[in-house]
């Protein structure tokens, strides 16, 4: 008697839930339906690719193998990075290309054009704006062959003949004697275009009323863009630091025409590229240039991370608690 | 703190949004901005709060021209339509920010801020953000950022727009009382004209930038200078005829076809001889009567205590306040009786009252 109540009720327990089951399966399935062709191309495209290079990171592949003689060499190629005698001095130069690239122009300048543009008349703001974008519609090679000529060897050259020569300094060789300077003022002007985009559209973005409220408050212009736009750029400049110290960390190419490393050049993408796929000797190394890559991108997440942190993504991101007055 | 404009004028390209403001606002004076949408009332705020420069004229705080004084040496506090909250700081942030820029000592500010939290009833949301507050809500702590600095004026910019109707309703007395509880001169700019009507002192009524009255509320609405102020005030609107006075018998009479209303001698007297001209009278002031003049009734809105009606009189409709119980319906024949003490008469050219000057 007991036993067929219970089982009654385990029958109805178990047709009250079976709608819900079925209808939790479908509401799983369709969303993951519309995903689909996202997700195909985030796998095929950007999954996939870095499980290769991964795994080529394990192998000793090179132009010396080809694809037939290779084999696993599990984590010598890392070892052999954390050994190099270039890895050092390579890693230092690229903390300092990011950094400085990103301090004083990605971000630095790009702040300050558009700070500048946005509290000028309308239309001079939007002019000067778009003569900083030249730059970036020059393609690299000519771009670069413009700085060149600028810094070409003494006696050539423009600096040399034409901005300090009648100032009475003395022609120099500035590539090889500023490397610095100019590997980090191409890649900035170039670089300063994007941030100076985004933080403008940003400013102006922002209410009018903020704006007005803040000056009746008593803000001057310095304070206002102290205490109110800035901090309302906080997500475009978590953007704009994170997405071009990633950009930074794997481009490579101004350096390559500018100075192909030579002068204490080198960067680690360079390094990576020059090792795997382009070098004077002929001999491709996949695997170690692989391994070089994935290093990179490890760098690359923690830097990710720390932004993060450090910006408070999570308190940017919190729901609101509204309760009627 | 007094408050005068001088001819105070603001062209923004071929627009005029102020044009020759005249104003003089006294010492603790609560003065409403009139005007429909696009008028120019927000622009004469902005340009009294020191973010536009006048294109001519002057402004003058007791008696000193302050058109060069940048915004932050004119102690106003402003409360905005869109409340303008500072999103990325707490309430208490927000209500103390003005302070912090008049370098206010630390003690007395906290103190202040939590002066006006309380009478505000927002203490229990000092550490709430503007995004976690509702609309009532934010308007309050707006509402605090303005007084918390001890503004020698106040400014409004449709502060209460964006309320529902029962907050707006509630809002309004509770600013009214705080203004006079401060002492505080304050302008306060608005589309709506109860709101105007029932808070200020005074109502400035602008239109097309320019001002059209500048007078008590009661004196808007019984003695309306134009034809504007007279349809723009009041609610249901009043009612305008095209008449003609003439004498006749000794009687001045206001008449159209199907129209005939004897006048006021000291009223009719006034539009007599012009030909045609514009008679006004509120929905208010025209009563459905035994006798009188008839008409149709033509549409029945019942407004709860009240019905609209609108009766038609040959061509043109009249809208009449009515006792519901009175039970008027549409098709009803219907006589109306006008309260002539309240007839306005206007000139159909200038659009300038005949009565009032
Ligand atoms: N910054 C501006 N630039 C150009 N025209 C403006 C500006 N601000 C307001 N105007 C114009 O001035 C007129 C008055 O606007 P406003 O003062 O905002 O009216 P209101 O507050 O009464 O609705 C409008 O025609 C508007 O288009
Ligand atoms: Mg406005």
Redesign the interface.
Same mark, same amino acid.
């Given at each position: 008697m007991s036993e067929s109540a219970s089982t009654v009720q385990a029958l109805e327990a178990g047709k009250a839930h079976y709608p819900e089951e079925k209808a939790s399966l479908r509401s799983l399935l369709s969303p993951l339906l519309f995903m689909a062709p996202a997700i195909i191309l985030v796998v095929v495209f950007f999954f996939i690719p870095v499980v290769i290079v991964l795994a080529i990171s394990l192998t000793d592949m090179s132009t010396a193998t080809g694809f037939n003689n290779w084999k696993w060499v599990q984590f010598d190629n890392y070892r052999r990075i954390a050994t190099h005698p270039n890895t050092l001095p390579v890693l230092r130069n690229t903390l300092m290309y990011v950094a400085l690239t990103l301090a004083l122009f990605n971000v630095g300048m790009a702040l300050v054009i558009a700070l500048l543009t946005t509290h000028v008349p309308r239309r001079s703001g939007f002019l000067f704006r778009a003569l900083w974008l030249l730059p970036r519609l020059t393609p690299s090679v000519v771009y670069i062959m413009m700085w060149k000529y600028v810094a070409a060897d003494a006696p050539y050259g423009i600096l040399n003949q034409h901005l300090l020569g009648p100032l009475g300094i003395p022609p120099t060789n500035w590539l090889p004697a500023q490397p610095w300077l100019f590997v980090i003022l191409t890649n900035g002007f170039i670089g300063a275009s994007f941030g100076m985009v985004i933080f403008t559209s940003a400013i102006e973005s922002i209410?009018y $009323?903020?704006m #007005?409220?803040?000056? #009746? $408050?008593?803000?001057?212009l310095w304070?206002r863009i102290r205490?109110?736009i800035l901090?309302?750029l906080?997500w475009p400049l978590l953007f704009v630091t994170t997405y071009q110290t990633l950009s930074l960390l794997t481009s490579f190419e101004q350096i390559l025409l500018l100075t192909e490393g030579q002068f204490g050049t080198e960067v680690w993408s360079l390094w990576a590229y020059q090792r795997a796929l382009s070098n004077y000797w002929g001999n491709f190394q996949w695997g170690f240039g692989a391994a070089l890559a994935a290093v990179l991108v490890l760098i690359g997440v923690v830097m990710a991370l720390v932004y993060m942190r450090y910006f408070q993504f999570n308190q940017l991101v919190q729901e609101?608690?509204?309760?009627?007055? | 703190m007094k408050v005068k404009l001088e001819n105070l004028t603001k062209r923004w390209g071929p627009v005029y949004a102020a044009r020759d403001i005249n104003l003089d606002i006294n010492d603790g004076e609560f003065v409403a901005f009139l005007g429909p949408s696009g008028c120019g009332k927000t622009t004469t705020l902005l340009l009294i709060a020191g973010i536009y420069k006048p294109t001519a004229g002057r402004i003058l705080f007791d008696d000193r021209v302050m058109n060069q004084v940048p915004p932050k040496n004119r102690n106003i506090g402003m409360v905005f339509q869109s409340y303008a909250l500072y999103p990325h700081m707490t309430v208490y942030e927000n209500l103390v920010f003005p302070m912090k820029l008049k370098r206010v000592p630390p003690a007395e500010m906290k103190a202040r801020a939590q002066r006006v939290a309380e009478m505000l009833g927002i203490s229990q949301l000092l550490d709430r953000r503007p995004g976690q507050l509702s609309g009532g809500q934010q308007q309050r702590v707006a509402l605090g950022r303005a007084l918390t600095k001890h503004p020698d004026l106040l400014l409004f910019d449709e502060p209460l727009s964006n309320l529902d109707a029962r907050l707006r309703l509630s809002m309004r007395a509770e600013i009214k009382r705080l203004q006079m509880d401060l002492g505080v001169t304050a302008i306060y700019v608005t589309h709506d004209q109860v709101e105007a009507m029932t808070m200020a002192d005074r109502v400035a009524v602008m239109k097309d930038g320019q001002l059209q009255a500048y007078c008590p509320p009661n004196e808007l609405y019984d003695r309306p200078r134009t034809l504007f102020i007279a349809g723009f005030v009041g609610n249901p609107p009043m009612n305008f005829i095209e008449v003609e006075v003439v004498l006749r018998d000794g009687v001045y009479h206001a008449q159209r076809a199907g129209f005939d209303l004897p006048l006021l001698t000291e009223r009719g007297g006034q539009a007599a001889g012009r030909g045609p001209v514009i008679l006004g009278v509120r929905p208010e002031d025209v009563m459905i009567a035994e006798e009188g003049i008839a008409g149709e009734v033509y549409v029945v809105e019942p407004l709860g205590r009240d019905d609209l009606i609108d009766v038609r009189i040959g061509e043109v409709h009249v809208h009449v306040l009515a006792d519901p119980n009175r039970r008027c319906k549409v098709g009803d024949r219907v006589h109306l009786c006008f309260n002539t003490q309240k007839i306005q008469l206007f000139d159909p050219k200038t659009e300038q009252s005949l009565l009032w000057t």
């Open positions: 209410p $009323d903020y #007005v409220a803040a000056l #009746v $408050d008593g803000c001057s304070q205490y109110l901090p309302l906080r609101p608690k509204i309760e009627a007055l | -």
